[in-house]
């Protein structure tokens, strides 16, 4: 999935980047040259699938959206009350050389900040900060590391999890607190896994564009608006139940409204469609049931602290912490480098991030509190706002971002993608193999079915 932290090692498989590129372009070429022209029918996108219902209405075709928020964003949020846009979830263009998302977001006018992962001082447990050589050189040996541990995967009989397969092949790993910092930090950030769940052999499966990860320090509300602009978006629709046939589709909402179309994409979390929220008649295919099962959703939190003051070194980008539990503020985003606010943003990760919503928020402040002063002294002031998210119990999305955890294969992602029948076809972020758990991997997936459609309601 994304590097919210650095790409791991620029995996970038260009053949399949070119030929992904080619096929998008191609479709949203040919409905630029004929706007309002090349599709004939009605299409209902269920979740704020915005880039399938952007791309076929612009392509002509009779697009309905149901959304159960009260906006359109998803997992794209931006929170404006703490005096500054602090995005609850998706916040960076992960490698935006290439990346849609930094063709939307120029159109959008929307400022972004490059977060250099190399401006970070790492603290230790009695609040030292790690010499730089020193990281540098621990670094080097966790992508060696990362090197090793792909080159295993395929020659074991079955799958392992990551943290397995690091007890196998490199036990001392998992007690350097400095290399569980990088495990943590980039690893479990950059799938939203812990190591205990995720494959060893598929969790670096994914893609990666290349360039510094580039924040959106307007909000990355920016794309979303520019996308649904115009858009016939009913919010507060929660849909229950969808049924389809070989003439259409009909899709029932909780408020007892119902709709019926030529086709329909179902852009659902995958949190959502493993909770059962929506019954299918018929019942989904069971290969797609399988991989709803098996593919997995990790669990990503920020607490973003205001302070009246800074306290740290405002031009550093992050601040790291060798946290001795997996997952729990290991990583501090320095939100002043980049704007006014006087704020930090720290994480926490699948397990901990379970653990982190079922406490209050003054549990969480003061934690993270006690874990600031560690690094920074015992006189640091209190901070003047806090704000926590709790994804795991949002009910529209049931956790971050998807996963490849222990056993999961490419096939189980193709058949989260595949269509039933002709007309209900799915996207979002769990169906995109190679971009997965990335805002421009739900993006590209919205496209990929825009296309299908496109393709089914051709105008004659
Ligand atoms: C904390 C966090 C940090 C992230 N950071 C990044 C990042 O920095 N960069 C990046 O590229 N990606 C990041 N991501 C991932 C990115 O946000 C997602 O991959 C992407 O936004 C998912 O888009 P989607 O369309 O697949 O799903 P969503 O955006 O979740 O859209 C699905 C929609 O379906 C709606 N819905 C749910 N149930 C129903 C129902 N019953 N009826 C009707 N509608 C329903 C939901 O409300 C939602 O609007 C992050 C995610 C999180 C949570």
């Not at 730089?132 to 990362?146: D, T, W």
């Not at 399988?290 to 602290?305: T, W």
């Not at 997952?327 to 379970?354: E, P």
């Not at 549990?363 to 901070?383: A, C, H």
Request: glycine share 8%; proline share 4%.
């Amino acid at each position: 999935m994304t590097s919210l932290t650095p790409p791991l090692s620029g995996r970038l498989s260009r053949r399949r980047f070119l030929r992904f590129l080619t096929a998008s372009a191609a479709f949203l070429a040919s409905v630029r040259a004929t706007p309002g022209r090349s599709v004939a029918g009605s299409v209902i996108v269920v979740g704020a699938g915005l880039a399938a219902a952007r791309a076929l209405a612009d392509a002509g075709a009779e697009v309905t959206v149901l959304e159960a928020r009260d906006d359109v964003g998803g997992r794209i949020r931006t929170d404006r009350s703490l005096g500054f846009p602090f995005d609850l979830g998706a916040a960076w263009i992960h490698g935006p050389n290439g990346n849609p998302i930094t063709d939307l977001a120029a159109q959008a006018k929307a400022r972004t900040f490059l977060t250099d992962d190399e401006s970070v001082v790492i603290y230790d447990r009695d609040g030292q900060p790690i010499p730089g050589k020193v990281v540098v050189e621990r670094e080097r040996r966790y992508r060696a590391l990362l090197k090793k541990l792909e080159a295993d995967a395929p020659r074991q009989a079955g799958d392992e999890s990551l943290a397995a397969a690091l007890k196998r092949l490199d036990p001392a790993a998992l007690e350097d607190p400095l290399l569980r910092y990088f495990l943590s930090a980039y690893a479990e950030f950059d799938s939203g896994g812990a190591l205990e769940r995720l494959s060893a052999r598929e969790w670096q499966s994914d893609e990666k564009y290349p360039g510094k990860d580039a924040l959106m320090i307007d909000g990355y509300d920016a794309v979303t608006n520019l996308l649904a602009k115009g858009l016939n978006i009913k919010t507060q629709t929660v849909v229950k139940a969808i049924a389809c046939d070989e003439e259409c589709v009909s899709v029932a909402a909780a408020d007892g409204h119902a709709y019926e179309a030529d086709a329909a994409i179902v852009t659902l979390p995958l949190g959502v469609l493993k909770k059962n929220a929506v019954a299918f008649a018929p019942a989904l295919p069971a290969r797609k049931r399988e991989a709803i099962a098996r593919v997995d959703m990790g669990i990503v939190n920020k607490a973003c602290l205001v302070f009246s003051e800074p306290f740290w070194d405002v031009e550093t980008h992050y601040f790291g912490y060798q946290s001795a539990v997996m997952g729990k503020y290991c990583y501090f985003l320095n939100a002043r480098a980049f704007c006014d606010a006087n704020a930090l943003v720290t994480f926490a990760f699948d397990s901990y991030g379970r653990a982190f919503e079922r406490q209050t928020d003054a549990e969480i402040e003061g934690e993270v509190m006690e874990t600031l002063r560690v690094m920074f002294g015992k006189d640091i002031p209190t901070p003047q706002k806090m704000l926590v998210t709790r994804w795991g119990a949002d009910v529209f999305a049931y956790g971050a971002y998807s996963f490849a955890s222990v056993g999961v294969t490419r096939q189980d992602f193709a058949a989260l993608a595949a269509p039933v029948g002709e007309r209900l076809l799915f996207a979002g972020e769990h169906t995109s193999a190679a971009y997965r758990g990335t805002a421009h991997g739900a993006y590209l997936s919205g496209l990929r079915e825009a296309s299908r459609v496109g393709k089914l309601l051709a105008r004659r």
